[in-house]
């Protein structure tokens, strides 16, 4: 290749990979709606012809992860039925790119961005509203410009914009002050100039495409991080089950003879991954026997399970199992959700529930210390 061909094409490399993830410019004030066909949670693909007699058409773009968009899913539901008789119609759309998203980044989420996820999501909230993905392509997305999660968009009966920005003034609902979606919409049912045009979205930023390498660096920093397992006599069982002042701790009782304790390992590193940068911690025990601790330490080092990991340091299980919980019959696997002041929210014995475990963490969390 010629030197200066290889540098043309050095070039544009770079030029796509910025490009990939850079943020498109927002659509502008009186601007025609750009056009779409997405596929919503209820099966059917939506256009923007499917809107076309409502007076009023409000595109959202928002998502399941971020949790100023979480704050605001009951107002917008409560938006639609407000205004549904008014002739106004309310679109949800997800711009993000799955892949482009962190586990550390589902830190306040139960679920992630992904379509599947989105139709659980609609379904255990009850949307009255279209939510449609545009994760793939992120075409529309694009089109449209936004900057956040939520990000609202009004149009009028000609579809040109009218406003773009913020819901209201803040995603606590006790504080709100300004309701510059309903202050919008209002004028316009009443053929007079909207009160707002623009205002500064404030949620988490879109996550387009082409983070997918820098997400495979973190996993892959993750996954080099250090293994070990130590052993726990009665009196490190009495401390683990008390808690840990500083943090909610899971406990998790598990065996390698134990088919469901391998099943659901993973799904506990995972969740490990998503919530240990707040108060939260992860820690296994293993019940097999102390003269097994390679064998264990070998399938928590396939595991990646960087977090704290115990192996039962005799083998009189029943002491051992009477210093954490004297209710527990012994079998594996057990899993304990533990408040800072040591009680227990979640007692599972047998397989765990991974999603209700997620929202069972991420409830605790939040009503400790909210976002």
């Not at 770079?14 to 601007?31: M, R």
């Not at 683990?240 to 701790?249: D, E, S, T, V």
């Not at 390679?294 to 977090?307: R, T, Y």
């Amino acid at each position: 290749m010629k030197p200066i061909l290889a540098i043309a094409v050095l070039f544009a490399a770079v030029a796509n990979a910025i490009s990939s993830d850079a943020q498109p410019p927002t659509l502008k004030i009186g601007a025609q709606a750009p056009d779409f066909e997405l596929p919503g949670v209820d099966g059917r693909n939506w256009r923007l012809s499917d809107f076309a007699a409502a007076k009023v058409l409000v595109v959202v773009f928002t998502c399941n992860h971020c949790p100023t968009a979480q704050y605001y899913e009951e107002r917008l539901k409560q938006f639609t039925v407000d205004y549904k008789d008014k002739g106004v119609a309310v679109v949800a759309i997800s711009p993000n790119d799955p892949k482009s998203v962190r586990l550390d980044e589902l830190g306040w989420t139960d679920l992630g961005d992904s379509f599947a996820e989105m139709k659980i999501r609609a379904r255990d909230r009850g949307f009255n509203f279209p939510y449609l993905y545009d994760g793939d392509t992120e075409t529309v997305s694009r089109a449209y410009g936004p900057v956040a999660t939520p990000h609202v968009f009004v149009f009028d009966a000609q579809r040109k914009l009218r406003y773009q920005g913020r819901i209201d003034d803040s995603e606590r609902p006790q504080s709100v002050r300004v309701h510059y979606l309903r202050d919008v919409v209002d004028a316009l049912l009443a053929d007079k100039e909207p009160p707002h045009t623009s205002t500064r979205p404030v949620g988490c930023s879109i996550k387009w495409a082409g983070k997918a390498d820098a997400v495979k660096e973190y996993m892959e920093k993750l996954a080099a991080e250090p293994v070990t397992v130590s052993l726990a006599d009665e009196n490190t069982l009495k401390a683990l089950r008390a808690g840990n002042p500083q943090k909610f701790r899971l406990v998790n009782f598990w065996a390698t003879w134990c088919p469901p304790c391998v099943v659901e390992f993973p799904e506990l590193v995972t969740i490990n991954r998503m919530y240990r940068h707040r108060d939260f911690e992860l820690v296994t025990v293993s019940v097999n026997r102390p003269e097994e601790q390679a064998q264990v330490l070998e399938f928590l080092k396939k595991q990646q399970a960087s977090n704290r990991n115990l192996l039962f340091a005799s083998t009189e299980r029943d002491k051992l199992i009477e210093a954490f919980d004297p209710e527990w019959p012994g079998h594996v696997p057990f899993t304990v959700l533990i408040s800072p002041e040591g009680k227990v929210i979640v007692r599972q014995l047998g397989s765990i529930n991974p999603l209700a475990l997620r929202r069972a963490i991420q409830k605790a969390l939040n009503e400790r210390k909210p976002w």
